[in-house]
């Protein structure tokens, strides 16, 4: 029976593990065909639909771009627009240049370089960038072939299914490869049309420049040399056509020459007017005030020759006087319009402020410029016009021998005034001679130069006189209303002013003549290549240009921790005058100035500040033996001003020394004694010293004065008489008690000490003499008599 359950329990087991094992069997082939996906023709379709796809996206961006550059244009129209005036600038110079019965100027030749060279440099940035833009059209020609050409695009590639699906893309595609593709070659073809003009313009461009280089380079070998027949062998001039050729083709060189200037320098004219509105405001302002009550009225008995209350006038000559220095590059013709335009304002303003004879010598003189001036523009080799350049230069010698004579002195100074007729009669002769013998550049350049020399010598003389009489009226009213006139010397600020001035006048005179002689621009290089050639000293690199301004950023800061006072509102050296305490911000300031100055200078000058502390550290042992007391004043001063333990305007008291502080400066502060000397006072013996601030709180001072009566004098009745005169007094503190008191005693006499508080120390002296003088004219009332 044991053995039967053992057979039955055996055939169990062995019946689930063939179960189990069957399973295993039947569920491994499933995993297998999970694992391993079969393609089938739906699949396809959809990896072809994805790469039609992404395809279809990249190409739609890339024709995006182009359109988005093509409908820009590429700013070809700003070049269009440009080129003609470019065009017109070099026609008209080839013309002006390609004449061979004119005599070019080399001043002409000189303003035409400088415009070829900027128009060069404009064609060449256009070649640039025009070869840019066609390198670029053309990659984007090239990617629109390339996307039309693409086999996934074409319909015999695609199954019918997908091709239906894409249809209306593939069209919209088309179309839109197709109208990019027109514009392109359009936007390519307009750009290669202009870049050849531009290169066309560019190359003329270039042999101009060498034409005119090759005219120069005759001009300044042949200056002194035959150019042309001698005027006793000069064929004259029969026909009035060719005259009239010739001032046309000289005006429009020179129209053309200004119309450049003027579009290129507009800045420095937009300068000159704000400028000009600026002085016109300011002495209209001025001339407002004259009329208001708190002035002096001394100020009404001014009188000005050369300004009014409504100072246009005044204002449009002071501009157009200093323009040359805001523009020393301008060509001649240039400024022969602005002489001309000042030889106008001065007719206008002489006609009412000098005598009928000598109004009738300066029209002489302004017909004079006028004449040479248009005589010079269309001379040739001719006899007539060369004859008459010569006639007009012995009239200019006798009109300079009329002006040198009755010359005012007291509006031109002499000495000035032989120098610049001697340069005129000297242009004069020279044009001459030069004529004569057939230098007719050279006798143009002269002529021009004399008579306009001599018409700025009277426009800078009326110049130095406006701007005289324009500070004189801003000193006046400044000084009357407590401005910053009232806290300096006048005499002093006129001298300087005046010197200014002259020196202005001296340098506007010298460019302009040298602009008319050609020769500023060779005198601008020199100062150039002076002042910024590198320079070697040891390890040291600088130039000429940083030492000088490393000396005046120097100077600059010197004089402005020395007058700071003043322009930030310090009164006057006055002992008796009212105090104004300041504080030690004014010293901080001075120090800062000078800090700030020198790092400036020496950023300025170029030397490393590695290097600069080697020379300090050099310099420390001479710093430390020779210059103690300098460095010991120059701490104690800094220590002064944080320290604070006396401000400007307090009295203070040194040794034997004492008074008001006037200034505390970086080494030594200067102190105003009661009797009126100024007294130096190291910050070193300020700050080691001792010290008494009699004001460092308030102004308040105890004094005390002597009177001696006689014994038998009602002593009730006379201290009831001082005590009112002091409290009478107008320096008194009211509410501090009169303290009379007993000092000696004598058989026949009686001495007193009265002590009273004042209200100031600067007052003592005053208050003394004025109380003892009431106290002792009420004694002599009351019939006490004093010892």
Known sequence: MTKRISAIHKTTITFF??????????????????????????????????????????????????????????????????????????AEIKEDVSGTSRIIEIKTLLSYQSILKDEQLQLSEWRQKLSDYNTDLRKMSEQIIHFSADTLLSSSQIDTATNQLYKTQFNSLQQKLQQSGKITSNTLDSVGVLLANVSKLYFEVNDLQTTINEHLKTSGQNAFSKESPYLWSAPPITTTTNLAKLFRTSYQ???????????????????????????????????????????????????????GSFPLLATLIVVLNLTPLLEPGSPPSYIQIIQLALLFL???????????????????????????????????????????????????????????????????????????????????????????????????????TAITSIVQVIGLAVLVHILSEALELQIRISSCSEGLFSRINLNKVRRTFRKVLSVLAILLWLLVFFINLNFSGALFHIAEVLLTKPRNLGSINYTLGNILLFSLIVYISLWLQKNI???????????????EQKSSKLALIRLVVIIVGFFLAINASGFPIDKLTVVLGAL????????????????????LIFERPFQIGDFVELADKKGKVLDIGIRASRMLTPQGSEVIVPNGDLLSGRLVN??????????????????????????????????????????????????????????????????????????????????????????????
């Open 253 to 307: 060189g020179q129209n053309r020459i200004l119309s450049y200037f003027f579009n290129s320098t507009w800045d420095n004219r937009l300068l000159l007017i704000v400028f000009g509105v600026l002085f016109f405001v300011w002495l209209f302002r001025n001339f407002k005030q004259l009329n208001k009550v708190p002035l002096n009225p001394k100020l009404t008995a001014l009188k000005f020759n050369y300004i």
């Open 565 to 579: 006072g003043i322009i930030l509102g310090e009164g006057g050296s006055d002992f008796a005058s009212k105090v």
């Open 694 to 787: 009699w004001t460092l709180s308030n102004s308040y001072l105890r004094t005390e004065f002597l009177l001696k009566v006689n014994s038998e004098t009602n002593f009730v009745n006379a201290k009831k008489i001082i005590e009112e005169e002091v409290l009478k007094a107008d320096n008194t503190i009211k509410n501090y008690p009169v303290e009379i008191l007993f000092n000696t005693l004598t058989a026949d006499s009686v001495e007193l000490k009265v002590e009273v508080w004042i209200n100031s120390i600067y007052n003592e002296a005053g208050f003394k003499g004025k109380i003892l003088e009431q106290i002792f004219t009420r004694f002599k009332e009351q019939g006490i008599k004093m010892m």
């Open 346 to 448: 001065l007719t206008i303003f002489f006609k009412r402020k000098i005598k009928p004879a000598q109004f009738k010598f300066w029209l002489l003189l302004a017909v004079l410029y006028v004449v040479i001036s248009v005589t010079i523009a269309v001379i040739n080799y001719g006899l007539i016009l060369r004859c008459l350049l010569i006639f007009l230069n012995l009239i200019s010698i006798y009109v300079g021998l009329i002006f040198y004579r009755k010359s005012d002195r007291r509006i031109i100074s002499k000495r000035y005034l032989k120098v610049m007729t001697g340069v005129y009669f000297l242009l004069n002769g020279l044009a001459i001679i030069l004529n004569l013998f057939g230098r007719i550049s050279l006798a143009k350049v002269f002529s021009q």
């Open 620 to 639: 420390s042992v001479g710093i430390g033996l020779g210059m103690q007391t300098i460095v010991n004043n120059f701490v104690s001063g800094i220590i």
């Open 17 to 90: 593990i063939l179960v189990f094992l069957s399973c295993v069997l039947n569920i491994q082939p499933v995993y297998a065909q999970e694992k391993i996906p079969v393609k089938t023709v739906s699949d396809s379709v959809s990896i072809v639909s994805d790469t039609l796809h992404l395809r279809l996206e990249n190409i739609q961006n890339a024709l995006n771009q182009i359109n988005s550059h093509n409908k820009n244009g590429y700013n070809l129209g700003l070049i269009r627009a440009a080129l003609p005036e470019v065009e017109g600038n070099v």
